[in-house]
Structure formats: C-alpha cells, structure tokens
Nanobody, 128 residues
Framework: EVQLVESGGGLVQAGGSLRLSCAAS????????IGWFRQAPGQEREGVSC????????YYADSVKGRFTISSDYAKNTVYLQMNNLKPKDTAVYFC?????????????????????WGKGTLVAVSS
C-alpha cells in the first residue's frame, strides 16, 4: 500500500522555524520525485518545493526561495522541508506528493496537473 505521511506541522511565531517530514512507503522511492504543496483557507493549492530522488534536483517557488530548504534521506525514504523565517502568509495545510520528476515539476506551476500519490497534510500556522 502506497503511503505518504506528513509530520512536523504546528503553531509558530513569525520568524520562527519548522521542519516538515514526508515519510514514503509502498513504492520505489528511487524513481519518484517528492513535492511539497500548500493550501491556505479559501485559496488554491500552490506548489512550494520539490526534489528528484534520482539526482537531487530541486525546485523552489519564488515565495519561499531563500527561506525553505528541501532535502531527502533515502535510507529512511523521507523528504524534509526545513522552513525558516516563517511568515503569517506561510500559514496553510502542507501536503507532500509523489510522482515522476517531470510531472512533479509541472504540478509546481499548475497545481491541478496531478500527482500519483498524496499525503493527508499537516497544518502550519504562523502567528504575527
């Protein structure tokens, strides 16, 4: 059974940090990319960052570039999203999803493009 399980969300003050984790199981981690997406209340889902498991290529949305860092631990089949200097506008439910790199990158720009597998999300709330 394919599973993506997010953890690490919570409430933090502006300027603080959180590290999200996405633990993957049930599929070949080596051939997939993992993407982080977020959806704030009343807003459309947006792509945040993604990483290719095969070669480590990464992508960051302009809104998080320089503040967020994505990384992966292949031994643990886990991808992390280190979020620093958090801002109230970062408040959202954060989801991780898996698919091939090309599809994942396309979904960063077009969130409705589609991903094979999704987690259930973890809430990040940033207070001012």
């Amino acid at each position: 059974e394919v599973q993506l399980v997010e953890s690490g969300g919570g409430l933090v003050q502006a300027g603080g940090s959180l590290r999200l984790s996405c633990a993957a199981s049930g599929f070949s981690f080596d051939y997939y990319a993992i993407g982080w997406f977020r959806q704030a209340p009343g807003q459309e889902r947006e792509g945040v960052s993604c990483i290719s498991s095969s070669d480590g290529r990464t992508y960051y949305a302009d809104s998080v570039k320089g503040r967020f860092t994505i990384s992966s631990d292949y031994a643990k089949n886990t991808v992390y999203l280190q979020m620093n200097n958090l801002k109230p506008k970062d408040t959202a439910v954060y989801f991780c999803a898996a698919d091939r790199w090309e599809t994942t990158l396309a979904t960063m720009y077009i969130p409705s493009f589609g991903m094979d597998y999704w987690g259930k999300g973890t809430l990040v709330a940033v207070s001012s």
